[in-house]
């Protein structure tokens, strides 16, 4: 090694000077300072001890030491620190001379405390010396002692105190200090010794240790959705609600939210489900806020929900991330056409008919990206709602381009988008059912399919329409509504809503009687006649109880067929039916197809994939079906529907979906004969073009024939021209049969029937006579074979207890007792009847004489209606008389009927004393009176 330079050996030597002098400088200025500090102050000699036990002195001086030039390599940087120790080691010892300490004590202050290497001090070294009497040192203050004296504790006392010491540490939860932790901190931290004793108490402190000071959330001077975005708001959010989930109850020691949320955990669900009417009874702004800015409050609820269960279950997340806060009943329901801009980015809640839904798609959730130049990973970052997420720098080489999406560490969520229709009994008439489209993501994917009835809870939002183009710089938006919360409605959309009054209202009128004939009565009050027809049509409105026989399920819905003449009021039958029915869909024959009775696929204009779109039976499910001039659909058309009404159900297989879509409906049709007139020469069958199997799947077949009655057409025009007359002034009523039997108020009849089918789900009782309804298929099939109008299937047995069933909830019976019954077997009878030819009617009626007679009708009205057909008789019998006589011009105004055929046909029917019939109200409100000889009943005819 070559020796140093002369050069270099001044350049060290000078250097070494000036430091030399400068250190000299800069202890006197230190010592000087600190003099000056202490002649100023006062400051004594207890003060200076402490500061000598502290090991703290004057506050260091920075000197910044002289920087090397490049060239001079080998010059001595001074270090600031060690000036300084140097430094306080002479005032240390000067301070000690100061205070006059012995020489044993002054061992203890003159040695260096400070260890020079950078590894600090060996505290075992010297610890014997730390406890050596000083006396200079050991000296306390008297006032902070404790004299006082205490009386020695026998060993009996000394173990009820510790007994009492353990109960107290049992009740609060406490751990002994022998079991804590051997390595003591700095702190003592016994204090915050979590308590044992209930999981409730261990969350809330827990969660309620680090909390700030309370926040006023209702003052504020920003907007709203600012205010959460702040920390403190958000923080306080978050321990109210925190404190809401962790104490709420309903019944005293059962918090409701905590085992909700022990549930989601143990099934590994996604949705912590509450009650808005919960959240507003304990947190009332809260819930205000929830509808106000639903994005930024649901954020938060999401975040405390998922802090609870991260507490119960710490490794939830490796099955789920994100845990969804579901909020229910709220308490007002939106209209989908009264959707307007002031109720974006709102919370509402909507009801509807699901008609469309598309395949689930993946939807980026926490995206990590890849530099394609240095590989460093970033990440994550959350994906925005309504807008495309990029990043083009990265924060590791600064490279500015396309970042790769890293799909390995990149998570995603279920994706899906349905259609929400307004219900079809909720469109006003003349208008255009309204739709919106509907997000769903997470577990809510697949929740709902075309055809359910369902309400939706969610966020009303805007975003670009892809679809619109920009024209003339107009920006077009869409809505949609991001669900929140999805429910469905088992029957039907609960259009009217039953209060406990209403509830009452209608158990009394099940007690009525006749509320079954008030009932039918009540089915198109303003059309006159055509009991059959109505009574068909009340039984299907409240129809039977499906069942599931071996996995194999039976529908409990009638379907009903009008064929008639025209005129005769089918349309009008269907429009009734359609405005008085919970849920009804009304099409027709001509303009429907198969796919639209059905189901189709389409397009979606947005994602270009095929989705499944349903049709009238579909959206009907639990509710009617209404198909008006049904003899004009195609036979394709018609064949598609036979799964439908059969099954109750439409399955589909195009465009690579294949699923099977629910209609479980009841379908009525009308339908016109062939030849535009019914002829009763012939049969149904030869009347309509239908095949056998479609017939044989109505349960009911209602013939309406304009038939030429001079009692019937003068009744019927008395009925027409009353009711033109009301519908121009109040006048009393003149139709006598009206004051007969009144019916229920349209509004009344609808809360009847929604209470029917939501409450009452009748079953077959162990004391039906069935070898009575054995014996009845059995006598059907055999005289079937003789007519061959309509052949009868085992079908027809099962609607007979269909609409058993049915008559059994008009009276709001559970239970299906012998006279439903015998009422379902009288209108079977009577449908079949009307069904066969005209020659072998009569024939029917006389062999089915028995089944034709409700035995539960009053002997008046049945006597009535016997009298009504003899008289119907005689008066066809006098027609044909004075058409063979050609001479004849003026035929008598008087139809004269024997008594003894009438006591004939009573005792037929098990009625002896027919007398008091002759003296009722009935009888003579009828027009009908008694002869001057006694023998025979006389009544005017015009």
Request: proline content about 5%.
């Amino acid at each position: 090694m070559d020796p140093p330079s002369p050069s270099s050996s001044r350049a060290v030597s000078a250097t070494a000077g000036r430091d030399e002098t400068l250190l000299v400088a800069n202890a006197s200025i230190v010592a000087s300072g600190l003099d000056n500090v202490s002649d100023s102050d006062g400051e004594n000699q207890e003060h200076k001890r402490r500061r000598l036990r502290r090991g703290t002195t004057a506050p260091p001086v920075t000197t910044r030491p002289r920087r090397a030039s490049t060239d001079d390599k080998d010059a001595f940087v001074m270090n600031p620190y060690t000036l300084n120790e140097e430094t306080d080691n002479d005032i240390n010892e000067e301070i000690v001379d100061e205070l006059d300490i012995q020489e044993r004590e002054r061992q203890y202050f003159s040695e260096d405390e400070l260890d020079d290497d950078m590894d600090g001090e060996d505290l075992d070294e010297h610890a014997e010396r730390d406890y050596r009497v000083m006396e200079t040192l050991d000296q306390y203050d008297p006032s902070m002692l404790d004299s006082r004296e205490y009386d020695p504790m026998d060993m009996t006392t000394r173990r009820a105190v510790e007994v009492e010491l353990n109960r107290r540490n049992a009740r609060l939860g406490r751990i002994d200090q022998a079991f804590q932790d051997d390595f003591e901190t700095e702190y003592n931290d016994s204090h915050r010794t979590r308590p044992l004793s209930h999981p409730t108490t261990r969350l809330v402190s827990s969660l309620e240790e680090d909390e700030e000071e309370l926040l006023n959330l209702e003052h504020f001077d920003v907007p709203l959705r600012e205010w959460i975005a702040m920390e403190r708001p958000r923080q306080e959010i978050k321990r109210r609600f925190r404190h809401f989930l962790t104490t709420f109850t309903i019944s005293p020691g059962n918090v409701l939210y905590l085992n909700h949320i022990r549930h989601v955990a143990q099934t590994n669900q996604q949705s912590l489900i509450i009650d808005i009417g919960h959240i507003i009874q304990s947190l009332s702004l809260l819930a205000a806020w929830i509808v106000e800015a639903p994005s930024e409050m649901l954020e938060i609820l999401d975040e405390v929900a998922l802090e609870i269960l991260l507490l119960y279950f710490p490794y939830y997340q490796s099955i789920h991330s994100h845990i969804y806060v579901r909020i229910r009943d709220l308490p007002s329901t939106e209209r989908l056409r009264d959707l307007r801009t002031a109720h974006l980015h709102f919370l509402i809640k909507v009801s509807g008919v699901v008609t469309r839904r598309t395949s689930v798609f993946p939807q980026l959730d926490r995206i990590h990206v890849t530099c394609p130049h240095c590989q460093a990973r970033l990440g994550p970052f959350l994906q925005p709602k309504h807008q495309e997420f990029h990043v083009h720098v990265c924060s590791e080489c600064h490279y500015q381009g396309t970042l790769l999406v890293n799909t390995q560490y990149t998570t995603y969520r279920n994706f899906q988008k349905l259609t929400l229709q307004e219900a079809p009994n909720a469109v006003p008439p003349g208008r255009v059912p309204r739709s919106k489209d509907v997000i769903l993501v997470a577990d809510l994917i697949d929740t709902a399919r075309p055809g359910d009835a369902i309400s939706v809870t969610g966020i009303y939002c805007n975003t670009w329409d892809p679809t619109v183009p920009l024209r003339n710089n107009f920006p077009i938006f869409c809505t949609i509504i991001e669900a929140n919360y999805i429910e469905h409605h088992a029957n039907t959309i609960p259009t009217i809503l039953l209060t406990s009054n209403d509830k009452n209202d209608i158990l009394q009128l099940s007690q009525r009687q006749d509320i079954a004939k008030e009932i039918i009565q009540s089915m198109a009050p303003s059309i006159y006649g055509h009991n059959h027809v109505k009574t068909a049509l009340a039984l299907a409105l409240f129809g039977g109880q499906a069942k599931v026989i071996k996995n194999s399920r039976v529908r409990g819905d009638l379907n009903v067929l009008l064929v008639g003449d025209p005129g005769t009021a089918k349309s009008q039958f269907l429009k009734f039916i359609q405005h008085t029915a919970p849920r009804a869909v009304y099409t027709t024959g001509k303009g429907a197809s198969a796919v639209g009775l059905t189901a189709g696929v389409t397009r979606d204009p947005l994602t270009k994939e095929w989705v499944l779109q349903g049709g009238a039976l579909v959206l009907a499910d639990q509710g009617v079906c209404l198909i008006d001039e049904f003899d004009k659909m195609n036979e394709i058309d018609r064949t598609s529907i036979h799964e439908a009404m059969e099954q109750q159900s439409i399955s589909i297989s195009k465009a690579g979906i294949v699923t099977s879509l629910q209609a479980r409906c009841s379908v009525i049709a009308a339908a016109n004969p062939i030849q535009g007139r019914y002829q009763a020469a012939r049969t149904f069958a030869e009347n309509v073009e239908l095949t056998d199997p479609i017939l044989q799947r109505f349960d009911l077949l209602c013939v309406l024939q304009d038939c030429v009655d001079p009692i019937n057409d003068e009744r019927l025009a008395e009925f027409v021209v009353s009711s033109h007359m009301k519908s121009g002034a109040m006048v009393e009523e003149t139709v006598q049969s009206m004051k007969e039997i009144k019916g229920l108020a349209p509004e009344v009849l609808r809360k009847y029937l929604v209470y029917a089918r939501t409450y009452i789900h009748p079953v077959l009782g162990s004391n039906v006579d069935t070898t009575k309804v054995e014996a009845f298929y059995a006598q059907l099939r055999q005289a079937s074979q003789h007519t061959g109008a309509v052949p009868v299937a085992v079908r027809h047995l099962e609607s007979l207890f269909r609409m058993a069933e049915a008559y059994a909830r008009m009276h709001l019976r559970a239970t299906v007792v012998d006279s439903d019954v015998a009422f379902a077997i009288h209108v079977l009878t009577e449908s079949l009847c009307k069904a066969q030819k005209y020659t072998f009617q009569r024939q029917w009626r006389r062999l089915f004489r028995p089944y034709l007679i409700h035995q539960d009708d009053p002997p008046v009205v049945l006597l009535l209606h016997v009298l009504e057909e003899l008289f119907q008789s005689a008066h066809a019998y006098a027609q044909l008389r004075r058409d063979s006589r050609r001479g004849a011009t003026h035929a008598s105004p008087t139809v004269v009927v024997l008594r003894e055929d009438l006591v004939a046909k009573a005792k037929e029917m098990g009625i002896d004393d027919v007398e008091a019939f002759y003296t009722s109200t009935a009888f003579q409100r009828a027009g009908f009176r008694i002869d001057a000889t006694g023998t025979a009943i006389e009544k005017d005819v015009s």
